[in-house]
C-alpha cells in the first residue's frame, strides 16, 4: 500500500554543518545551556548527542570544577558512541580522551565491572567513565554516595528512567539528585514511555533546564536525504509469508522481528531468522571470523551480505557486533535482522529501510526504529519505514486486540508525521492585529500560556503528550468520529488525559496546553495552500482562510479525521466493518437481556420491513439503539466461539 507519511526536506546543509569549534547546530544549543546543573537534552537520532555530551563534560571537567565524568548507556553496543574522539583539530580545547581500562561496555560480569567503577571513582587521575546503566545500578548499592559529589552523571537514552517506585534506575537518579552535588545531563531522542508511568515525577522534572532539537531541524538540514516515507503493509496468516512483498534486498535493510512474546510471533526466533535468509534465496557460506552471512539471491543471483542479531549466543553475537562496529564502506553490509538490538543508539548511516514486523507501543521505539534509517548518507535521497501489521480476522478471538494495534500503529504514524513536520508558534489574535510573523498562527480565542509550567509542555513536552493522547484507549474509540461530537473528543477527552499527566495543573493551565494540541494537531493534519497573498488551511474536507481562524472553529474539527479516511482507505470494506463494530462494542453500554429481546423482538421484523439491517447512524433513537444490539451479539459470539468471553 502506498504511504500513509511522506515528507519531503530542503537539504540546506546546516544541521550537519560546524561552527569554529568543530559543534553541529544542537551541539552548540546545548553548549549555551552548559553551566545548568541538570540539562534535559531532547534531539532526534544522528543528531550527535553523544558528541554533544563531550563538549558539555570537558567542559565542567575543565571550566566548572566537576572532577569526574561518567556515562551510563542502555547496553554495551552503545559505548562505542563515546569513544576516545579527536575535537581539538576542529577548534575546541581539549579532546574526549580517557582510558581504556574505563570503558566498561565490554564483555564479562558485572562484579568486576562494579570493582572497576569503585577503582575509577577512587583514582584522583581519572576523570572519564563509560559503563552501561546496568552496571551504573549495580555499583550504586556497593558505594557510599557522597563519591557523586563534584561528578557529571550523563545518562543516555534517558526514557529507560521512570518515576515508578520499581524502577531501579529511576531510584538512583533520584538518590543522587536529592543527597549529592552531581551534575546531571539527560539525553533521549524521546521523552515518552509508552506506559502511563512518567520519565521524571513534575517536581524533580522541574529542576531541569530543557534543549530541544526536532526532527524536522535535524532533516531539513541534511545535505543528502531529501524525502522519508512511512507506511504500513498489512498480512493474513504468519508475517513470513508477507516478508518477500516488502523485503528489497536492493535497499540496505534493518529488519527487526517480533518479540517471542508477541501474537506475530512463531515463538522460534531463530527459525524465523532461517526462514527469511531462505526466502531471500541460498546461504553461500558464513565468515568464521566475522559471523557475516553470504545469501545468494533467489532472483537476480546477487550474493548480499546479511548480519544475525537475533542469533544471542555471546561468542558469535560480539564477532558480528565488531565487525558492524568496524563498517566503513557501503558494500560492507546489506541487510541486519534484528531483534531487541539495531535500535537506539545503532548506528549503520547507510540504512535505507526500516522494516519492522508486529505493532510498536512505543512511540520511543518507533522514532528509534525510524532513526536508523534516517541518517544523512551519500548513498541516499530517500529512507523509508514500514510497518508490517497483521490484519484483522473476524473470526479471531483476538480481532480486538488486531484492531486495537492497526489503530495505534495508524495514529502513531500520523503522530510521526506531526513530529516531522516544521513546527509552528500559536499566539492570540487581536481585533486590530494585523502583523504577519514567519512561522506563527493567530488564532482568535486563543488562549496563551498563563505560567511557565505550560510553556514548557507547549515547548518540549507537546509530542509526549500528543502520543499519550492518541495512545489512549478510550480515545481509540473515537477514532471513526462519526459517532462523537469532535466537540466531546477536544473539549471532554482530550483534558482527561492532559489532567492524568499533569495532575498538578489548574484547569486554566489545562485548558491552555488543551488548546495548543487541539491546534496543532487539527493544523499539522490539515493542508495548508497559498492563493495570492492569503493562506489558507484545509480542515474537515473545507478550505479556511488563516486569518479567519478561531478556537471554536478548531474545536469543532475530529483531530482523528486523518488517521480514519486512511484505514478506510488500507482495508476493504467488509475489513472495515469488522473494525467499526470492534470499535462500537467496546463502547456499547448493553445487558445480555436487552440484546435478546431486541433481537427476537424487533430486529427480525426490522428487516423484513425494511429489507435491511438497522444503521448505528440512524437518526431514530430506536434503529441505532436495535444496530448496537446487533453489533453487541456478534461480538459476544465471537468471544464464545473462541472461548474467551468476557
Not at 557486533?321 to 537506539?344: S, T
Not at 510498536?360 to 534509517?373: D, F, K, N, P, W
Not at 496546553?513 to 484545509?538: L, M, P, T, Y
Not at 423482538?601 to 444503521?615: A, M, V
Amino acid at each position: 500500500m502506498p504511504d500513509i507519511v511522506n515528507v519531503s526536506y530542503a537539504q540546506t546543509g546546516q544541521s550537519t554543518a560546524t561552527d569554529s569549534m568543530g559543534m553541529r547546530e544542537m551541539q552548540a544549543r546545548a553548549f549555551e545551556a552548559r553551566n545548568a546543573q541538570y540539562l534535559l537534552l531532547k534531539a532526534p537520532p544522528a543528531s550527535g548527542k553523544s558528541r554533544a555530551l563531550m563538549f558539555l563534560g570537558l567542559d565542567k571537567l575543565f571550566n566548572q570544577g566537576v572532577k569526574k565524568v561518567i556515562v551510563a548507556v542502555p547496553e554495551r553496543s552503545i559505548g562505542a558512541s563515546f569513544d576516545r574522539t579527536d575535537l581539538t583539530t576542529y577548534g575546541f580545547f581539549a579532546d574526549w580522551d580517557f582510558n581504556p581500562d574505563y570503558n566498561l561496555c565490554t564483555p564479562g560480569g558485572e562484579s568486576s565491572k562494579v570493582t572497576a567503577f569503585k577503582n575509577f571513582l577512587s583514582d584522583s587521575s581519572e576523570t572519564i567513565m563509560i559503563c552501561t546503566h546496568a552496571t551504573l545500578r549495580f555499583a550504586f548499592d556497593a558505594v557510599e554516595e557522597s563519591v557523586f559529589n563534584n561528578t557529571l552523571l550523563a545518562i543516555d537514552e534517558f526514557h529507560h528512567v521512570s518515576a515508578d517506585g520499581d524502577n531501579r534506575l529511576g531510584e538512583v537518579l533520584r538518590s543522587i539528585m536529592n543527597n549529592t552535588t552531581a551534575h546531571i545531563i539527560a539525553m533521549t531522542g524521546s521523552y515518552f514511555r509508552g506506559d502511563s508511568v512518567p520519565v521524571l515525577l513534575p517536581e524533580d522534572e522541574a529542576r531541569f533546564s530543557k534543549i530541544t532539537y526536532n526532527y524536522y531541524e535535524q532533516l531539513n538540514g541534511y545535505t543528502y536525504l531529501k524525502t522519508l516515507g512511512i507506511g504500513y503493509h498489512f498480512y493474513q496468516g504468519r508475517y513470513l509469508s508477507a516478508i518477500a512483498e516488502v523485503l528489497d534486498t536492493d535497499k540496505k535493510t534493518i529488519l527487526h522481528i517480533p518479540n517471542v512474546n508477541a501474537g506475530e510471533s512463531t515463538k522460534d526466533k531463530h527459525k524465523e531468522v532461517d526462514t527469511i535468509l531462505d526466502i531471500i534465496g541460498t546461504v553461500t557460506q558464513q565468515d568464521a571470523e566475522t559471523g557475516v552471512i553470504f545469501v545468494k539471491c533467489h532472483g537476480d543471483g546477487k550474493t548480499i551480505k546479511v548480519a544475525d542479531l537475533v542469533n544471542d549466543t555471546p561468542k558469535d553475537r560480539d564477532k558480528i557486533i565488531a565487525y558492524l562496529r568496524r563498517m566503513e564502506d557501503v558494500d560492507d553490509m546489506d541487510l541486519i535482522i534484528a531483534l531487541g538490538m539495531a535500535k537506539e543508539g545503532f548506528d549503520w548511516p547507510f540504512c535505507e529501510h526500516a522494516l519492522t514486523v508486529g505493532y510498536r507501543g512505543s512511540l520511543t521505539e518507533i522514532i528509534q526504529i525510524i532513526g536508523r534509517a534516517t541518517r544523512d548518507s551519500i548513498n541516499k535521497t530517500h529512507s523509508q519505514f514500514t510497518n508490517l501489521i497483521a490484519q484483522p480476522d473476524a473470526a479471531d478471538d483476538q480481532v480486538k486486540l488486531s484492531v486495537n494495534n492497526m489503530l495505534k500503529a495508524i495514529t502513531a504514524s500520523l503522530l510521526m508525521e506531526q513530529v516531522l513536520a516544521p513546527n509552528f508558534k500559536f499566539k492570540t489574535r487581536r481585533f486590530d492585529d494585523e502583523e504577519h510573523e514567519e512561522g506563527t498562527i493567530k488564532i482568535r480565542g486563543f488562549k496563551e500560556p498563563s505560567s511557565q509550567r505550560v510553556k514548557e509542555i507547549v515547548e518540549s513536552d507537546l509530542n509526549d503528550l500528543k502520543a499519550a493522547i492518541l495512545q489512549d484507549n478510550k480515545m481509540l474509540q473515537a477514532l471513526p468520529g462519526e459517532f462523537i461530537d469532535p466537540e466531546v473528543i477536544n473539549k471532554v477527552m482530550i483534558p482527561k488525559v492532559i489532567q492524568t499527566k499533569y495532575p498538578e495543573l489548574s484547569d486554566e493551565e489545562v485548558e491552555e496546553i488543551r488548546q495548543h494540541v487541539v491546534a496543532d494537531s487539527v493544523i499539522k493534519n490539515g493542508e495548508i495552500k497559498v492563493v495570492g497573498d492569503k493562506s489558507f488551511v484545509r480542515m474537515a474536507g473545507k478550505f479556511v482562510n488563516i486569518e479567519e481562524l478561531h478556537i471554536d472553529l478548531i474545536d469543532r474539527v475530529n483531530p482523528f479525521q486523518k488517521a480514519f479516511e486512511v484505514l478506510s482507505k488500507s482495508v476493504t470494506a467488509k475489513l472495515l466493518k469488522v473494525i467499526q463494530e470492534t470499535i462500537d462494542a467496546g463502547r456499547i453500554q448493553m445487558t445480555d437481556e436487552e440484546a435478546v429481546i431486541l433481537y427476537r423482538d424487533k430486529i427480525g421484523p426490522f428487516i423484513k420491513n425494511h429489507g435491511r439491517e438497522p444503521n448505528i447512524n440512524s437518526t431514530d433513537p430506536l434503529e441505532r439503539r436495535q444496530a448496537e444490539a446487533l453489533v453487541y451479539l456478534r461480538n459476544m459470539k465471537r468471544q464464545r466461539a473462541s472461548g474467551n468471553s468476557e
